[in-house]
């Protein structure tokens, strides 16, 4: 059974910091591109970030460039976004997902929640 098992968000200063993890289990982890995807109150998903495999190609939303980095331990089979300088319309709550296609999921956790707040 694939699972996967976000942890680390929670309520942070603007300015701070979150590492959020995704422990994944149920496949071949190395086999797979992983994503970040957020939703924000009252909006749709929003795609953030992804991490392929083989040489580990990254890809970011414009909004986050230069303060977010995917990176995954595949002897883990976890992916991790680090978040810096947050924001507070980063306030969402947060799903890794497994990549199926460009942009299309097959599965996905349930969500850690990202408040961005004074």
């Known amino acids: 059974e694939v699972q996967l098992v976000e942890s680390g968000g929670g309520l942070v200063q603007p300015g701070g910091s979150l590492r959020l993890s995704c422990a994944a289990s149920g496949f071949t982890f190395r086999t797979y591109a992983m994503s970040w995807v957020r939703q924000a109150p009252g909006k749709g998903l929003e795609w953030v970030s992804f991490?392929?495999?083989?040489?580990?190609?990254?890809g970011y939303i414009d909004s986050v460039k230069g303060r977010f980095t995917i990176s995954r331990d595949k002897a883990k089979s976890t992916v991790y976004l680090q978040m810096n300088s947050l924001k507070p319309e980063d306030t969402a709550l947060y799903y890794c997902a497994r990549d199926r296609a460009y942009r299309t999921y097959d599965y996905w956790g349930q969500g850690t929640q990202v408040t961005v707040s004074s």
């Open positions: 991490i392929g495999i083989g040489d580990g190609s990254t």
